[in-house]
């Protein structure tokens, strides 16, 4: 599948690895709308990405809070009036909020939730229209492998991770035959500031080999769905 021309959204897409899949969707001719809640960061990071991007291929900042149904509209809306349409949902929005559940507020176990699990579903359901009436495309959700493996702390992020794994997977049987594939890519550890990095930590993977991944699914052919890719940091620190 070639996707010079097509139109991706990237949640999540001012930094980190949001920032680094829109770069390489860019750097094949797509056309991207990045999404997120800051809109100063938006307009930079757009401003960034266009000046290095080929000349056919279009950045569009959107500041969108993919916790609330209207404004997940007016993303796809944007992306359906700015660039003509939607073939490519990149679902990357995420917090952290870390914390034991003695210490974690209903209001801060409810941002995780809203924003990590109930964003992608938000999204989801806006985007399906969209892609049933280009006959098919793409919905990538950026889950981790803590949803396989939960940590101490981590419970609202471990949950709202693997509660994204599970409604990916039903959501992929639901539209399959659709023409509309679903997969979901679990980064272990990327030296990102979200994971908090402090400039020590090499081993980790980086936010392009995510974003690779996510071009390598977008390039199997029809007939394949690797409907879910675990990726993992090839030589981290041995325990004990």
């Keep these: 599948m070639s996707i010079a021309g097509k139109v991706a959204i990237v ?32 307009e930079a990071t757009a401003a960034d990405l266009q000046a290095s991007a080929p ?6 900042p959107c500041r969108t809070d993919v916790r609330r149904a ?20 990149v679902n990357n929005a995420g917090i952290r909020g870390f914390a ?44 981790s492998l803590s949803s396989q493996s939960p940590f101490a ?3 609202a992020y471990c949950a709202s991770k693997a509660g994204l794994n599970a409604f990916s997977d039903a959501l992929m ?32 993977l980086a936010p392009e080999d995510v974003a690779a991944a996510v071009v390598d699914l977008l390039a199997h052919p029809a007939r394949s769905l690797p409907s879910r890719v675990e990726l993992r940091p090839s030589c981290p620190p041995r325990k004990g």
């Design 153 to 155: 702390g981590g419970a």
């Design 173 to 204: 049987q639901e539209v399959r035959h659709e023409g509309i594939r679903v997969s979901t890519v679990l980064p272990g550890s990327v030296n990102t500031r979200f994971g908090g990095h402090d400039g020590k930590a090499e081993w980790k």
């Design 11 to 42: 949640t999540g897409g001012s930094r980190g690895i949001g920032r680094a899949i829109a770069a390489a969707l860019l750097s094949r001719g797509t056309h991207v709308v990045i999404a997120g809640m800051d809109e100063d960061s938006l």
């Design 100 to 143: 034991p559940v003695a210490d974690m507020s209903p209001d801060d176990w409810e941002a995780v939730v809203a924003t990590n699990l109930t964003g992608a579903f938000q999204c989801c359901r806006a985007v399906l229209p969209h892609l049933r009436r280009r006959g098919g495309g793409w919905i990538i959700n950026i889950s």
């Design 70 to 89: 209207d404004a997940v509209q007016a993303l796809m809306d944007t992306a359906a009036e700015r660039l003509g349409g939607v073939d490519i949902l």
């Design 55 to 60: 000349t056919n291929s279009r950045v569009v």
